[in-house]
């Protein structure tokens, strides 16, 4: 069931009110945060503001508008206006952005109430929130556990019931993988349908923003509001199909397709659960098509080629001299800029910005960022040859369930293994979603993903929709209808 | 001279678009620091750039009108460097697939200057170094350039600065820019080399970098000739590197070795998408553009029979040479127009700003009232000169200053009536030139000039004092 209908409701039945609503997500966050970490800045009275005005329109008898009254978080590399937007690195530190990102602004003019922004991996690097600059988030599931990234934050402020959703960004799997390691649905819509204006860039032709939510109805109701053509966005499509209108379609004769080589280097536990989901989609009639994908093996290095470079350029405004963090002593500017880089960035953004310099660098260029475009073309077309035979792809969304913190940051090359299965979605710009479809020894949630074809965002989001009915997945196990409530 | 000079060079033309190239922003000159910004021009982070349409279409208008071949499909890519007046620390420019290419210049002499290419790029800020400290102005930042790189086909610095004026003036006559070289609006970088006379081979180059004047490119050019040829006849080597002009001491100085050049990391923009600019598009704007100065002046040498000298005259200020077109229009004489303008008009236009913007008092239809007047015998060209004179002071057409009866001219009845009054109250005289003084005959007609207040034609009034002292 969706959340955000089930709220509208209370607020529009005036079972509860808004600011009372409110109250009990911001007293959650209260309780929860110091553990938990989701949140860096909690914006209470901002949120209480939007509040009272959506209670007066419900005094007033108007109709709410789809996430109208929906408190929810902001990943801190979406851009707010007047709100501290650090992208959890110290070299942004006090930066308040002068204008509101794109999606932002479609929130803010439904009245969706903004509790804060969510913790995330230093400028979207890394996939367990470990680097950011205000500390891990925790798993609301095991708070042994990272809650994943690196859109981190976003996935505890969710599965936390500290949030009926949260926006993140999605360069490699970092909507994905957090909902996966959380239990809850990360979707990654189609490249170009949700406008990047005002999210800072981590790799420009990879990053998707998109919703973290405990049911996939929330997802469709949120892609819908947000897949807005943007004019500020050069690569902005929009999308004109509700996904949410077709999502009661039957899946009968859905063309699933499998390759095995997503399910190489798998936890067998993973494995099997994915399995089992694949014998709920042929009992809802469902056709299994097993094709190859050898390419496979290359998107890891295409994805560090292409994200690290164009990352080397993206950050290269952060300098100190406009906004941000500066370092306290210098001589001159370029001993400014160089102390306050050094200083501001951390170690895996420091690592990231020199691959991504090195493999654009005169003499290597052709070695490396060529290449990896030139195999970004093929992959592309493989992609679309597998969808003249399929509807969707059903892959694992992560090798493994979430790990215990601190294991991310010592090998990074293993840690860069564990976005395999989502890495090649963002590659080709496809849509794909990551739902819940079980559980491992130890509790913890496992992760399947279903891709789709570009512009096919309705057909993913339909599979998914079908088999959460059909695995009967209300709101999740462990949450309550609204925080602090018995379930 | 034994030695050759080879230069080539890149101009940067900021386009005069209303906005700026990625942004809303206005691109007006000067305004008070950052004020002519926005987050975009900014960089600031999360914001995105949006390819101003207008600025392609003057781009490939500037390639059509310097002879270039168009691409159908370009794109933008990252140049990227570190530099405080650069926000994003990369600039936004075209790398492999420049918007236009293959064109080039004609030079009076007849030698083309070939163009390799003209791509679109955006402006960076400025620098601004007061009271001890520096301060960044990103006014400028975000405003749309072309950068223009010819061959290496210049072989001597009158070349250079004869393509530099022609190349401000076809971007003045087409409206892409106002070349405005003091306000920075063309700027140059110049490549030069040396080598022998007869020699094949290219002499290692050395770059000045950006010049807004004329005259400091013409210095700068000469000083590095001669430096280059010391070099080699000492003996020396010619480092590769990039120098710059410095113009109180009229050197020029390095800046960085080649070892030290910058490696810009250039790869497609990924923000933004691809350009593409149609056949039909192409030929719209091919349509829109007006008559180039070099169509011009042929038109006005060969079809109106001005001299060349005056033609370019003319030319050199488009408004003037539409104010010329417009005044002469109905005329059958091109020159009356002409040598107006290029006397009593411009004689008030002391600067060239003001013949660029064609400060002139009266509209060009009065002055062609005015050689109507000449044209058609009823005033002569004395009084039409102080008529003008009259005109200009005040902005008011001829009408004003001449009677009903001073623009009715003298028919010849009654210009034989004073040519016999002339004969019979000049006895004198007649006397005279029947003697064989043929100055007398002068005085005369002076006469009748004087009874005619200068109206009378004076050749037709020598022949019927001829006539009449005959008879």
């Known amino acids: 069931m969706s959340r955000i209908k089930y709220i509208q409701n209370l607020l529009e039945t005036k079972q509860i009110s808004c600011v009372e609503l409110t109250g009990k997500y911001l007293s959650s966050i209260e309780k929860q945060n110091p553990v938990l970490n989701a949140y860096v800045n909690v914006t209470g009275d901002e949120a209480l503001k939007t509040a009272k005005i959506v209670d007066e329109k419900i005094s007033l008898g108007q109709k709410l508008m789809p996430l109208e009254g929906i408190p929810m978080s902001l990943k801190d590399n979406i851009s707010t206006k007047n709100i501290e937007t650090t992208c959890c690195s110290k070299i942004l530190r006090g930066y308040y952005p002068i204008f509101d990102a794109t999606v932002w602004e479609i929130l803010k003019k439904q009245n969706s109430v903004l509790l804060g922004k969510t913790n995330m991996d230093e400028f979207a690097m890394g996939s367990s929130c470990e680097t950011s600059c205000f500390g891990v988030t925790l798993n609301p599931v095991n708070t042994e556990c990272v809650a994943g990234g690196s859109s981190g934050g976003a996935a505890a402020s969710v599965a936390g019931n500290m949030a009926v959703f949260g926006l993140g960004s999605d360069t490699g799997g970092s909507i994905r993988q957090p909902a996966a390691f959380c239990g809850l649905v990360g979707f990654k819509p189609t490249y170009g349908t949700v406008s990047r204006y005002g999210v800072v860039a981590y790799a420009s032709s990879l990053d998707q923003v998109g919703p973290i939510t405990d049911s996939v109805e929330d997802a469709s109701i949120i892609y819908d509001t947000l897949s807005v053509y943007d004019s500020k966005d050069s690569t902005s499509s929009g999308s004109k199909i509700s996904t949410h209108d077709k999502l009661n379609k039957s899946i009968k004769g859905l063309k699933i397709g499998v390759a095995k080589e997503f399910f190489e280097g798998i936890r067998e536990d993973i494995k099997k659960s994915i399995e089992d989901a694949i014998n709920i989609y042929e009992e809802l009639g469902a056709e299994i098509i097993h094709f190859e994908m050898p390419k496979l093996k290359t998107v890891l290095p295409v994805y560090f080629i292409i994200s690290c470079a164009e990352a080397s350029s993206n950050l290269g405004r952060f300098d100190g001299i406009r906004y941000g963090y500066k370092t306290n002593s210098y001589k001159d500017i370029n001993e400014m800029i160089c102390k306050t880089r050094s200083e501001g960035f951390g170690r895996e953004v420091k690592r990231r910005i020199m691959l991504g310099t090195y493999v654009l660098s005169s003499g290597y260029y052709d070695a490396y960022y060529k290449k990896a475009q030139n195999l970004r073309g093929s992959i592309i077309l493989d992609f679309k040859k597998i969808f003249e035979k399929c509807d969707v792809i059903l892959t694992p969304s992560t090798p493994v369930t979430a790990y215990k913190k601190g294991e991310a940051l010592k090998d990074p090359i293993e840690t860069y293994m564990m976005d395999i299965c989502t890495v090649p979605v963002n590659i080709a710009g496809l849509p794909a979603i990551s739902i819940p479809c079980g559980f491992d020894s130890d509790k913890m949630p496992i992760g399947m993903q279903i891709i789709g074809n570009s512009f096919e965002d309705y057909k993913v989001l339909n599979a998914a929709y079908q088999y959460e009915v059909q695995a009967k997945r209300d709101i999740s196990p462990s949450m309550s209808p609204l925080p602090g409530d018995r379930r | ?471």
């Open chain 2, 1 to 471: 001279m034994k030695y050759e000079l080879v230069a080539g060079l890149e101009t940067h033309i900021e386009l005069s678009t209303k906005t700026k190239i990625f942004c809303q922003c206005t691109t007006e000159f000067g305004g008070e620091p950052n004020t002519h910004c926005c987050p975009i021009c900014m960089g600031m982070p999360g914001t995105l750039p949006k390819l101003n349409k207008k600025v392609v279409e003057y781009a490939v208008k500037a390639g059509l009108a310097t002879n270039c071949k168009i691409r159908n499909i370009s794109k933008m890519d990252r140049k990227n460097y570190v530099y405080p007046d650069l926000p994003k620390a990369y600039q936004i420019s075209q790398f492999d697939m420049p918007l236009c290419y293959e064109g080039f210049i004609k030079l009076s002499s007849g030698r083309n200057i070939n163009i390799n290419r003209i791509h679109i790029e955006e402006d960076a800020g400025k620098l601004v170094h007061e009271r001890g400290d520096t301060y960044i102005d990103y006014n400028r930042g975000g405003v749309p350039l072309i950068e223009i790189v010819t061959e290496p086909d210049f072989r001597s610095i009158d070349e250079a600065v004869e393509y530099i004026e022609k190349l401000r003036l076809i971007m003045k006559y087409i409206c892409v820019s106002d070349v405005k070289m003091q306000e920075g609006s063309l700027r140059c970088d110049v490549n030069i080399s040396v080598r022998e006379k007869g020699e094949e081979k290219l002499g290692t180059r050395t770059e000045i970098k950006n010049m807004n004047s004329l005259n400091f490119i013409a210095k700068a050019m000469e000083y590095e000739f001669n430096r280059h040829v010391d070099i080699i006849e000492s003996g020396g080597k010619i480092e590769q590197e990039t120098r710059r002009y410095d113009s109180d001491l009229n050197i020029t100085e390095s800046m960085r070795g080649k070892e030290d050049a910058d490696d810009y990391r250039y790869f497609r923009d990924p923000d933004l998408v691809t350009i593409s600019v149609s056949e039909e598009e192409i030929r719209k704007l091919k349509n829109e553009l007006p008559q180039l100065p070099d169509e011009k002046l042929a038109v006005f040498v060969n079809e109106y029979g001005l001299p060349k000298d005056d033609a370019e005259l003319l030319i050199k200020y488009k408004k003037i040479a539409e104010y010329y077109e417009e005044a002469s229009k109905d005329s059958t004489n091109k020159k009356l127009a002409s040598n107006y303008i290029l006397s009593q008009i411009f004689r008030r236009l002391t600067t060239d700003s003001e013949k660029e913007e064609c400060r002139i008092s009266i509209p060009p239809e009065y002055l062609g009232q005015l050689i109507a007047l000449i044209e058609n015998k009823k005033i002569t060209s004395s009084m039409a000169s102080n008529t003008l004179e009259q005109m200009l002071d005040s902005g008011k057409p001829a009408s004003e200053f001449l009677s009903e009866k001073d623009m009715q001219g003298i028919d010849e009845p009654q210009l034989r009536e004073i040519c016999i009054r002339a004969v019979n109250e000049n006895a004198e005289a007649v006397k005279s030139y029947l003697e064989g003084k043929e100055k007398a005959l002068k005085s005369i007609i002076g006469y009748i000039m004087k009874e005619t207040k200068g109206k009378a034609d004076a050749k037709l009034a020598a022949e019927i004092i001829m006539e009449v002292i005959k008879k």
